[in-house]
């Protein structure tokens, strides 16, 4: 295992060849992403447990913030049922999601680059289209992970939700003999209107801020030290984060939604959100800037260590895909 003290260029890691830099084979890129885009989304999954509880949480709130919400969940349901609910379909939709999302961001990357568009321009529009290959995957997997996250234990006592499942898979099949297959769509709209965007803003921070960060020092050759690279990443993915959790909140209200309204135990009805628009304008009435920004806390938390944590992974796969591949070489030769 290679020493890891620093991280080369941003999703861009590359040999030199003649002087000239070469990207690294697709292949490498697709094992890279998938490892580093589902090793940060299964650390950090608790944190996405908390916030997804905190924004769909009925009225009124049973948490008050992320951490009263953290320790609830932890005291009442343990980890595995309780903060890991929907680890199962979480993973099952991140590996390819992520496999999909790193593979064709990089080829709408360098083919934008090759035809002279500029950088920032190329790395808004490969977020983007990287997002939109991988959400056909990653939405149902949401859909189910999210579900499981707001249902918790079996049977829960300590949280009020419409749903009853037993694991993903009993899950599974009531939604779809129930609501249909559309139904694992379900706020797909919301989902790409909330993750196109913040993938284009994610790598674009990232990006300029990884420039702004070689242009601050003498040797601009070197690369930038992995507590810094980290720390990118990080605000990059926070920045992101926070600008797009009026979507979030409306993503999850529009996935977990039932058809017939219910009762909450206060006797306050649940909303029946029509559509993006109708869910933003009733929460804003109702709560104000708060109600748009329910659960801001542990999104950017979770967006920050998971973009700083998915980043360095990508590129610390590459160099050891990379440093294996030498080692092959010199045997051979």
Same mark, same amino acid.
């Given at each position: 295992m290679p020493e890891i003290s620093t991280v080369p260029e941003p999703l861009a890691m590359t040999n030199s060849v003649n002087g000239q830099s070469v990207d690294p084979p697709y292949l490498h890129v697709l094992i890279a992403g998938g490892l580093g885009g589902s090793i940060a989304d299964f650390i950090m999954h608790s944190v996405d447990t908390v916030k997804t509880r905190l924004q769909g949480q009925p009225f009124p709130p049973k948490y008050e913030n992320m951490f009263h919400a953290y320790r609830t969940i932890l005291r009442e349901e343990g /980890?595995?049922?309780?903060?890991?609910?929907? @680890? =199962?379909?979480?993973?099952?939709?991140? $590996?390819?999601?992520?496999?999909?999302?790193?593979?064709?961001y990089e080829f709408v990357k360098r083919t934008c680059i090759e035809k002279?568009?500029?950088?920032? /321009?190329?790395?808004?529009?490969?977020?983007? @289209? =990287?997002?939109?290959?991988?959400?056909? $995957?990653?939405?149902?997997?949401?859909?189910?992970?999210?579900?499981?996250?707001?249902?918790?234990?079996?049977?829960?006592?300590?949280?009020?939700?419409?749903?009853?499942?037993?694991?993903?898979?009993?899950?599974?099949?009531?939604?779809?003999?129930?609501?249909?297959?559309?139904?694992?769509y379900n706020g797909f709209r919301a989902t790409i209107l909330r993750d196109v965007p913040f993938s284009a803003l994610q790598f674009a921070f990232y990006e300029k801020l990884k420039k702004v960060s070689l242009d601050g020092r003498s040797n601009k050759s070197k690369p930038l030290s992995l507590p810094i690279e980290i720390g990118i990443g990080a605000l990059a993915g926070g920045a992101a984060g926070a600008i797009t959790t009026p979507l979030d909140v409306m993503k999850t209200l529009l996935q977990t939604q039932v058809k017939t309204p219910t009762q909450s135990k206060k006797g306050v009805p649940h909303k029946y959100y029509t559509g993006i628009v109708d869910g933003l304008i009733w929460n804003y009435r109702q709560e104000g800037i708060k109600g748009l920004f329910r659960g801001i806390g542990?999104?950017?938390f979770w967006t920050a260590l998971q973009s700083g944590g998915m980043f360095v992974i990508y590129e610390q796969v590459l160099l050891l895909i990379e440093e294996m591949n030498s080692i092959d070489s010199l045997s051979y030769s």
């Open positions: /980890v595995t049922r309780g903060l890991y609910s929907g @680890i =199962g379909p979480a993973m099952t939709g991140s $590996i390819p999601g992520t496999t999909i999302y790193f593979g064709t002279g568009i500029p950088d920032s /321009v190329c790395h808004l529009a490969a977020g983007a @289209i =990287g997002d939109l290959a991988a959400s056909v $995957i990653y939405v149902p997997s949401e859909v189910l992970k999210t579900r499981m996250q707001l249902q918790g234990r079996y049977n829960n006592p300590n949280f009020t939700s419409g749903y009853n499942y037993k694991n993903s898979l009993h899950a599974l099949r009531m939604i779809v003999k129930y609501d249909g297959f559309r139904a694992l542990p999104r950017v």
